[in-house]
């Protein structure tokens, strides 16, 4: 575990940390998985089938049995420890990806068989970035380090969902889609077996069971997490609801697909610069404050780019949203790992990643109703006036009662006493995977 220093720390301090560099490697290699599966499960079953209504239907149950589902999985690591837990669950999920892939070879495969794996996998899918996260944690004592951990740690799983789709389509240029789908399955086993054996996950021990199933500590609000998920998935719903209106935008002026990938490359663009930003400065401001700013930033610019005359400055106005949006979640992460009692660390940070992916998955459903029936202008303050809602939730929390926070791994003090709301310090420490 690293010590607090008086010197400003840097990125390159974080992966001096010992064992950093190894277990996050590792993490990121399995958590790749999920940037490759996705897209070339969806391609394989098109392929095997001839249906694009088969493939969305089991698309829909390898997705929905993922995200619904981390925190239950979660509760498995925090309960019996990331070694007991997590192995399991990449061994499953990469074997049923594997029977997936032999299964989808065939022409003609049974759309019944194809979606009953998928769910079965999702279902196993371990989750790796909560516990990544968890083990920030432990390995980090000082809170300045590991705010910019957790930028590093959500600047690069973003990456992963723009490497993950390249490596398929470059893989599918020499080989069938199925190659994909084993692809994901080798990056999840030889990415999770490498992560387990890494001493740093010794650190990480099972909390055994839950000693409170029920009551008011055992609820979001009971353990601050309330506000972190809110806004989670009000960033989720509103990004998602953009990925389409962009496309619609486009259409609107006779653009081609090519014009939707810049201003969507803007957005992540602005993403990661605003991550890495938000991780290199020393906060003094309450984590809590921080993160209803940070929606509402989104949101009013999102709110903004309705007006936007053209494609250009769409994409700048997309850029600026960007901005907003790793800090966002970030903060929203390192508030839930504040706030998490002992043996709800990993599934604190799992209701968070589960509330973007459930936003993303609302947000597409119901911008595509919107788009039909009000002017596209319209159709972005909705989006980003759903930020603004969650801003408004992120506000409320900064005022409401203190719950009870875990106390800081290693006996390691953040810079200010914790005297911020619902038990958040004023010191901030730094995403879906």
């Not at 925190?71 to 049923?96: E, I, N, Q, T």
């Not at 663009?269 to 991550?275: I, R, T």
């Not at 960007?322 to 390192?334: I, K, M, N, R, S």
């Not at 508030?335 to 799992?350: Q, V």
Request: aromatic share 4%; with cysteine.
């Amino acid at each position: 575990m690293s010590a607090p220093s008086t010197r400003r720390p840097s990125y390159a301090a974080v992966l001096s940390v010992p064992h950093a560099r190894r277990t996050f490697a590792a993490a990121l290699v399995g958590r790749l998985s999920y940037g490759v599966a996705p897209i070339a499960v969806m391609l394989a079953v098109t392929r095997a089938t001839g249906s694009y209504a088969v493939a969305g239907v089991v698309m829909a149950l390898f997705g929905a049995a993922v995200v619904f589902l981390s925190p239950w999985r979660a509760a498995l690591v925090d309960r019996y420890g990331p070694r007991r837990a997590l192995l399991p669950m990449a061994l499953l999920h990469a074997g049923l990806l594997c029977g997936l892939a032999v299964v989808s070879l065939r022409p003609g495969a049974p759309a019944v068989v194809l979606g009953a794996v998928a769910a079965v996998a999702g279902a196993c899918a371990p989750p790796l970035g909560p516990t990544m996260r968890a083990v920030w944690g432990e390995l980090v004592g000082d809170r300045r380090l590991l705010q910019r951990a957790y930028s590093l740690d959500g600047v690069a799983e973003e990456l992963l969902y723009v490497i993950g789709p390249l490596l398929v389509g470059a893989l599918i240029g020499i080989a069938s889609p199925a190659a994909g789908v084993l692809l994901g399955a080798l990056l999840m086993a030889v990415g999770t077996l490498v992560f387990v054996t890494s001493p740093a996950i010794a650190a990480v021990r099972p909390a055994g069971p839950p000693k409170s199933p029920s009551g008011a500590e055992g609820s979001l609000r009971g353990r601050g997490l309330l506000q972190p998920v809110v806004v989670a998935a009000g960033t989720g719903l509103a990004l998602s609801a953009v990925d389409l209106l962009v496309v619609a935008f486009a259409a609107e002026r006779r653009q081609g697909d090519d014009t939707v990938a810049w201003v969507l490359a803007a957005l992540s663009a602005g993403s990661a610069v605003g991550g890495l930003l938000n991780g290199a400065v020393d906060w003094r401001s309450p984590a809590r404050a921080r993160l209803a700013l940070l929606a509402a930033g989104l949101g009013l610019t999102l709110c903004l780019a309705g007006l936007a005359p053209g494609v250009g400055v769409l994409a700048v106005a997309a850029a600026c949203a960007g901005f907003f949006v790793a800090p966002a979640l970030t903060t929203a992460y390192l508030i839930a790992d504040e706030a998490a009692p002992e043996g709800f660390r990993t599934r604190a940070g799992a209701w968070v990643n589960t509330a973007v992916n459930a936003g993303s998955s609302t947000g597409a459903a119901t911008a595509g109703l919107l788009v039909e029936r009000l002017p596209l202008g319209v159709c972005f303050v909705v989006a980003g006036g759903v930020a603004l809602g969650a801003a408004g939730v992120a506000g409320l929390g900064v005022h409401a009662p203190a719950a009870p926070t875990r106390p800081i791994t290693g006996g390691c003090r953040p810079r200010t006493p914790a005297v911020g709301p619902e038990g958040a310090s004023s010191s901030n420490a730094g995403r879906a995977g």
